[in-house]
């Protein structure tokens, strides 16, 4: 076995009461598994749902370990892709596990990014109205972001995330060897939303992002530690604040409004998430410099931090402006036909603002088409 021994770099604790979980970061955990979630279930029931890409290099290692803790394992494989996040796959993961007489005492374990955590975690929430569930993250993406906080959904043909719940994981497994294999694409994607970090709510991690550009992007051990435990510990900290987003946690969602609008527009084959959220995040910064909220320098930090990460700063200008407002107006931040946007107003610092006209947005979009 590569790692005899697990080495956990960092705790971070996410505080919900009676709720509260661990996020464990470090290497050498993936083998050991089976022990942590062990001591976390009475039962000894687990399925792992994994896709297609991680689950021939991970699957087996977490099924062993959790086998030398007496667990019967089912692994189930979904395709990779974020049109596996859906209701035709939570019916079919449902099935298997009342096929296979799954008890309430069972666990659900995710594998893989954030479209495995998501889907998962639905299920886990629904069987037999909600089993244990563990998270173990393998992308960027999913270890900074989605597989904390308790968000699970499935897409809906009408909205992506419509189908969904609020049902927080029992353990938090981030093992960074399993970076190793992800896709640079994939790497650079998640690096979009450790920038959000660093805007939204800490500017000193900020900096620290520009001073280590190189040493993120060649995926150092250390630096890649640092980082993913910084991500960690803000996203626990706002969601121990608001666990689900009546204030606060919407924060989180700083360049995601123009960002989803950019993803329909592309039926999500053109931006990925986090590249759909590094234009949002400009624009977003631009607007609220012409409307006097901040300084117009933010935009250009912002701008060239994401450039260091090779991340895009400006909208494809072959998708549709028509469609990128349709987007945008189907998605959850719209209230009374009005935008809600989050601005920054100093680094480190964003607001909520609501009633953005949708005009604005357009003349934004328009002019950055044009520029
Ligand atoms: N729940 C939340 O709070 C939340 C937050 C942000 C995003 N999300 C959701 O997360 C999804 C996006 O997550 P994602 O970017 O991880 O997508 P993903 O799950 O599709 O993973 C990206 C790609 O990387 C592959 N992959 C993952 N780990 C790998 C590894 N270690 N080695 C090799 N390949 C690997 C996957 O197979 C996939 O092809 C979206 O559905 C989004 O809505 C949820
Ligand atoms: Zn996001």
């Not at 099924?63 to 049109?83: C, D, N, P, R």
Request: net charge negative.
């Amino acid at each position: 076995m590569k790692n005899e021994k697990p080495d956990v770099i960092k705790t971070v604790d996410v505080a919900l009461g009676a709720r509260s979980y661990k996020i464990e970061i470090g290497t050498g955990l993936l083998a050991h598994a089976g022990e942590k979630i062990g001591a976390l279930v009475k039962g000894r029931q687990a399925a792992i749902v994994t896709d297609s890409n991680v689950g021939p290099l991970y699957a087996w290692t977490v099924k062993q370990s959790l086998e030398a803790q007496g667990f019967q394992v089912t692994v189930i494989t979904i395709e990779a892709g974020e049109a596996s996040k859906s209701w035709q796959n939570a019916e079919m993961i449902l099935t298997v596990l009342l096929e296979k007489k799954f008890h309430r005492d069972a666990c659900v374990v995710a594998l893989g990014g954030g479209v495995t955590g998501d889907l998962a975690g639905f299920v886990a929430s629904v069987y037999q109205r909600g089993i244990a569930f563990f998270q173990i993250p393998t992308s960027l993406l999913a270890q900074v972001d989605s597989s904390v906080g308790g968000k699970v959904a499935v897409n809906h043909a009408l909205g992506k995330n419509m189908i969904g719940a609020f049902y927080q994981p029992k353990l938090v497994l981030i093992d960074m060897d399993a970076l190793q294999t992800l896709e640079e694409r994939h790497w650079r994607n998640g690096l979009a939303e450790v920038v959000k970090y660093g805007v939204i709510y800490d500017a000193a991690f900020f900096t620290y992002l520009k001073q280590n550009a190189a040493d993120i992007l060649a995926r150092k051990l250390s630096v890649s530690a640092e980082v993913i435990a910084a991500c960690c510990r803000l996203k626990a900290e706002v969601v121990a604040l608001d666990e689900t987003e009546g204030g606060v946690r919407a924060k989180l969602n700083y360049g995601h409004t123009i960002g989803h609008g950019l993803e329909l527009a592309g039926h999500y084959n053109g931006y990925l998430h986090g590249e759909a959220v590094a234009v949002g995040m400009v624009l977003a910064a631009r607007y609220a410099a012409e409307k006097g909220m901040c300084d117009a320098g933010i935009e250009g930090e912002i701008r060239s931090l994401l450039e260091a990460f090779q991340l895009p700063v400006k909208a494809d200008t072959s998708l549709s402006i028509d469609e990128i407002m349709a987007g945008m107006a189907l998605d959850k931040k719209v209230q009374d036909g009005q935008l809600v946007f989050i601005l920054p107003e100093a680094m480190g610092n964003v607001t909520i603002v609501k009633g953005v006209l949708e005009s604005e947005i357009r003349a934004l979009l328009e002019n950055d088409y044009h520029a």
